[in-house]
C-alpha cells in the first residue's frame, strides 16, 4: 500500500495577471496614522473618561488607570511585531492564530475581528452624525432619531466608498483627519492647564505626580477602570491589517503598532489631566456621555469649542474609515486561506481593494446601525454593546499573544531577548487580558450595573460579547463541511531563520488539495 503524501493549504494568492492588494502603496507614517486613527483618541476620551474617573476609588487616579490599560496593550503589540515579522499576513491574528493555534482558534479569531469591527461601527457613525448636526447647531438633527440614522448611513457609505477606493486616498484622508485630531486635543489640554496655573478655571484642582500611580486607588478599583480604559486603546492593530500594502511589509507595520500605542499613552495621559485639572472629578463624572464638549466651551471658549466639536467628528469619522479597513482584509485572508467562501476574497481591479469584503463590510454595519438605533431609540442597548466589545477585544488579542508564544517557542531559550520579546511580554499580555475577561464577565454578570435589562434573563454585555463569540462558534460550524481542507489543517512552526515555512501557492494546487481531501503549509 503507498505512503499518502499530505499537502498542506495555506492562503491561496492570486495567480500571475490577476488583481492584488497593492504592494508597496504605503509607507511607515501612513501605517502609523491608520493604526493611532482607528482608536478614535478624541471620541474615545469623550464617551469613556467620565466612567472611568467615576468608578469607585479611581477618582483623581485616572490617568493613573490610563497607565494600567496601556501596558497589556504594549505587551500584545509586541507580539503583533513578532508574528508579523514571520508572516506578514493581511488577516493578522486570524493567519497567526491558525498557524500556531490551530484552524478553530484562527477562525475564532477571525470572527472576533469581525464581530467587534460591526458593533463598533453602529457608535462611530450614530457620534459622527450627531456631531455634524451640532457643528452647524442644527437642533432638529441632534433631536430626532431618523435623522440620525439617514446621517450615520450616510457616514458609513463615505468612508465605505473611501476604503474600497483605494488604500492611498485612504491613507491621505486619515493623514489629515488624525493630525488635526491630535492638535486639536493637545491645543484643548495645554489651555486648560495654562487656565489652572492662571487661577481662572473655577473647579480646578491642582496636578499632582500622584495622579499617575495606577495603584494610588487601590487594586480593586485599578481593575474596574482598566476594564473601561482598554477599550480606547483598541484598535491599534488596524495598522498591522494593511501590511501588504505597506512598504517593508514585515517590519514597518509592527513598529507603527508599538509606537501607536505610546502615541495613544501621551495623548491620554496628557488630556486626561488637563481635563481633571481644569474641571475636577464631579464635573466629569456628571458627563459621562460626552466629557469634552462641555469641557471645551469653558477652556477654549464659543469659537474654540466648535473646533474641538470638529475634532470629534472627524475622530468618529476616521474610525469608521479604519474599522471597513482591517474587517475588510481579514475577510479576504480568509477567503485567501479557505476558510470562507474564496468569492469574499475578490480584488478589485482597478483600486487593488477588496470588492466583496469592503462593500460587503459597510452593506452589514449599514444594517446593523439601523437595526440598533431604531429599536433602542434610549441607546442603553448601544452601551452596553459597546461594554460587549471588551470580551471580544480581550479575546483574540489575548489568543494572539499566546499564538505568539506558541509560534516561537523553539527560539524562547536561544537569549535573554528572545525570551523577553517572544515569550514573556506576549505571554504576560495575554494573561492580563484573560484575567480582564474573566473580571468583567463577572462584574457585567451583575443586575443593576449595565444601562439596559437582561435579554432572556442573561446581562446585555453578556449576552452581545459571549453570545456574539458563540454565534461565532455556530457559523463556523456550518462552514467547516464545504471547507475541510482549512479545518484539517496542523499547526505548524516558523523555519530556523524565524519565518514562515514555504511561499504561496497557485489555485490549481488548491483545487488539487481540496479535491484529495488534503492540506497545506504556504
Known amino acids: 500500500m503507498e505512503a499518502t503524501t499530505v499537502v498542506e493549504t495555506g492562503p491561496v494568492r492570486p495567480a500571475a495577471g490577476e488583481p492584488d492588494l497593492k504592494h508597496g502603496a504605503i509607507g511607515f507614517l501612513s501605517n502609523l496614522v491608520i493604526g493611532t486613527a482607528s482608536v478614535a483618541p478624541a471620541y474615545s476620551l469623550a464617551a469613556t473618561l467620565g466612567f472611568v474617573v467615576a468608578v469607585g476609588g479611581i477618582g483623581v487616579f485616572s490617568p493613573g ?8 496593550m504594549l505587551l500584545i503589540a509586541m507580539a503583533y511585531r513578532q508574528l508579523n515579522k514571520a508572516d506578514p499576513d493581511a488577516g493578522t491574528s486570524f493567519a497567526w492564530g491558525t498557524r500556531a493555534l490551530g484552524p478553530y482558534v484562527g477562525w475564532m479569531n477571525g470572527w472576533a475581528i469581525f464581530a467587534a469591527d460591526v458593533i463598533v461601527m453602529a457608535s462611530l457613525a450614530d457620534i459622527a452624525a450627531v456631531y455634524t448636526y451640532q457643528l452647524f447647531g442644527w437642533n432638529y438633527g441632534e433631536t430626532h432619531l431618523w435623522v440620525q440614522i439617514v446621517g450615520a448611513v450616510v457616514w458609513i457609505v463615505l468612508m465605505t466608498w473611501i476604503c474600497w477606493r483605494g488604500i492611498e486616498l485612504s491613507a491621505r484622508v486619515q493623514q489629515l483627519l488624525l493630525s488635526y485630531e491630535i492638535i486639536m486635543l493637545l491645543v484643548f489640554a495645554a489651555v486648560a492647564f495654562a487656565k489652572v496655573a492662571a487661577g481662572s478655571a473655577p473647579h480646578s484642582i491642582s496636578f499632582h505626580i500622584s495622579w499617575l500611580n495606577p495603584f494610588g486607588g487601590g487594586l480593586t478599583p485599578l481593575v474596574g477602570g482598566v476594564l473601561l480604559a482598554v477599550f480606547i486603546y483598541w484598535g491599534w492593530d488596524s495598522g498591522v491589517s494593511v501590511n501588504e500594502e505597506t512598504r517593508n511589509s514585515r517590519t514597518a507595520p509592527g513598529a507603527a503598532a508599538v509606537i501607536s500605542t505610546l502615541l495613544l499613552l501621551v495623548i491620554y495621559v496628557v488630556v486626561t489631566s488637563g481635563a ?23 477652556v477654549l471658549g464659543s469659537v474654540g469649542y466648535r473646533l474641538l466639536v470638529i475634532a470629534i467628528l472627524t475622530s468618529a469619522a476616521a474610525s469608521t474609515q479604519t474599522t471597513v479597513l482591517p474587517t475588510a482584509r481579514t475577510t479576504l485572508s480568509m ?37 440598533i438605533l431604531a429599536l433602542d431609540p434610549s441607546g442603553n442597548v448601544l452601551g452596553d454593546a459597546i461594554t460587549a466589545l471588551g470580551f471580544m477585544i480581550c479575546f483574540y488579542y489575548g489568543l494572539t499573544g499566546f499564538a505568539c508564544v506558541v509560534y516561537f517557542r523553539k527560539r524562547l531559550f536561544r537569549s535573554v531577548k528572545e525570551f523577553l520579546l517572544v515569550g514573556l511580554c506576549p505571554l504576560v499580555g495575554a494573561l492580563m487580558l484573560t484575567a480582564i475577561f474573566v473580571k468583567a464577565f463577572i462584574q457585567d454578570s451583575k443586575s443593576g450595573v449595565n444601562f439596559s435589562p437582561p435579554i432572556l434573563g442573561i446581562q446585555t454585555p453578556i449576552f452581545i460579547g459571549i453570545g456574539g463569540l458563540i454565534l461565532g462558534v455556530i457559523v463556523m460550524l456550518f462552514f467547516i463541511p464545504s471547507h475541510r481542507a482549512f479545518f484539517r489543517r496542523k499547526p505548524e512552526l516558523p523555519g530556523p531563520d524565524g519565518y514562515a515555512i514555504g511561499g504561496t501557492i497557485t489555485p490549481e494546487d488548491e483545487e488539487a488539495a481540496v479535491a484529495a481531501g488534503t492540506h497545506s503549509v504556504p
Open 65 to 72: 488607570a490610563m497607565i494600567a490599560a496601556f501596558v497589556p
Open 335 to 371: 477567503a485567501r486561506w479557505r476558510a470562507i467562501p474564496k468569492k469574499i476574497g475578490e480584488i478589485h481591479p482597478r483600486y487593488l481593494t477588496p470588492t466583496v469584503s469592503t462593500l460587503g463590510m459597510g452593506a452589514i454595519s449599514i444594517v446593523w446601525t439601523v437595526l
Open 276 to 298: 481633571q485639572a481644569y474641571a475636577g472629578t464631579t464635573f466629569l463624572v456628571n458627563h459621562p456621555n460626552d466629557v469634552l464638549t462641555p469641557l471645551g466651551k469653558g
